[in-house]
C-alpha cells in the first residue's frame, strides 16, 4: 500500500516569493492534516480537513497561508509572500478519520528554505 | 505550559543498551490518547504505539515496551537491546479534545536518540 505522498521533498526560495506544496494522502483516507515542523521542535498543526472541508485552520496564518484539498483527495498548501520565518519542514498526514484514537501516518515532508 | 514535555533532548547510548524515553503532558479531559512516533533521518514519522486514558497496562512488544502511569501522567518508551538502526528522533504524542468538535494531537519537542556501534 502506497503511503503518503509529498513533493517537492526540498525548495529554496528568496523572500517574497510565492511557493507551494503537494500532498496525496493514502487512498481511502478522509482526513488529512497539514503541519509544519521547526527545526528541533515537533510537528505543529496548520490545518486539518475532512474530505474536501476544512474544520480546523485556527492555526493557519490567512494573510499569507492558503490550503485546498479539491475532491477530498489531493491537498495543496501556498504561501504567499513567504517569509525568512517560513523556513521548516512541511509535513502532510492523512488518517481514516478524525477519531482521536486513530494514527496519523505522515508523508517524507518538504524542507522549505527561505532566504 | 507544554501539553507534551520530553525533558531528554538527547540520548547516546551503546548499542545492546536498554534506553528508556520519557513523557510527561498534561490535559483536563479525562478521555484522551497518547502516542509514540519515530521519525528517523529520512523524516518520515512513524507510528509506533497509542494507548487510551483508561488502558494502564503496560505492554511489551518484541524489544519495545510502554509504561503508562496516570497518576504521575507519565507515559515513557523502552527499547531494549538497542540497535543502531534505532537512531532516530522518538516524538510522544496527546490526542484530546480541543474545546469544541476537533481533537488535535499535541507532540512534544522529541528526543534525538543516537545508538553507536
Known amino acids: 500500500e502506497a503511503g503518503v505522498v509529498q513533493s517537492p521533498r526540498y525548495k529554496i526560495i528568496e523572500k517574497k516569493q510565492p511557493v507551494a506544496f503537494w500532498c496525496n494522502p493514502i487512498?481511502?483516507?478522509?482526513?488529512l492534516y497539514w503541519y509544519r515542523q521547526n527545526l528541533g521542535q515537533g510537528p505543529e498543526l496548520l490545518i486539518r480537513?475532512?474530505?474536501?472541508?476544512?474544520?480546523?485552520d485556527s492555526q493557519l496564518p490567512k494573510d499569507r497561508f492558503s490550503a485546498e484539498r479539491l475532491k477530498g483527495v489531493d491537498s495543496t498548501l501556498k504561501i504567499q509572500p513567504a517569509e525568512l520565518g517560513d523556513s521548516a519542514v512541511y509535513l502532510c498526514?492523512?488518517?481514516?478519520?478524525?477519531?482521536?484514537?486513530?494514527?496519523?501516518?505522515f508523508g517524507p515532508g518538504t524542507r522549505l528554505t527561505v532566504l | 505550559a507544554q501539553k507534551v514535555t520530553q525533558a531528554q533532548t538527547e540520548i547516546s547510548v551503546v548499542e545492546k543498551e536498554d534506553v528508556t524515553l520519557d513523557c510527561v503532558y498534561e490535559?483536563?479531559?479525562?478521555?484522551?490518547?497518547l502516542f509514540w512516533y519515530k521519525q528517523p533521518p529520512s523524516g518520515e514519522l512513524v507510528f509506533l504505539i497509542r494507548?487510551?486514558?483508561?488502558?494502564?497496562q503496560n505492554e511489551i512488544s518484541g524489544r519495545y515496551s510502554w509504561n503508562f502511569q496516570k497518576s504521575t501522567s507519565s507515559f515513557n518508551f523502552t527499547i531494549t537491546a538497542s540497535q543502531v538502526v534505532d537512531s532516530a528522533v522518538y516524538f510522544c504524542?496527546?490526542?484530546?479534545?480541543?474545546?469544541?468538535?476537533?481533537?488535535?494531537?499535541?507532540f512534544g519537542k522529541g528526543t534525538l536518540l543516537t545508538v553507536n556501534p
Open positions: 498526514a492523512s488518517s481514516l478519520d478524525a477519531s482521536r484514537h486513530n494514527e496519523q501516518f
Open positions: 487512498s481511502g483516507h478522509n482526513t
Open positions: 480537513y475532512e474530505n474536501e472541508e476544512a474544520v480546523d
Open positions: 490535559t483536563r479531559d479525562t478521555t484522551y490518547y
Open positions: 494507548r487510551n486514558s483508561f488502558d494502564e
Open positions: 504524542a496527546l490526542s484530546e479534545q480541543d474545546g469544541g468538535s476537533n481533537y488535535k494531537l499535541t
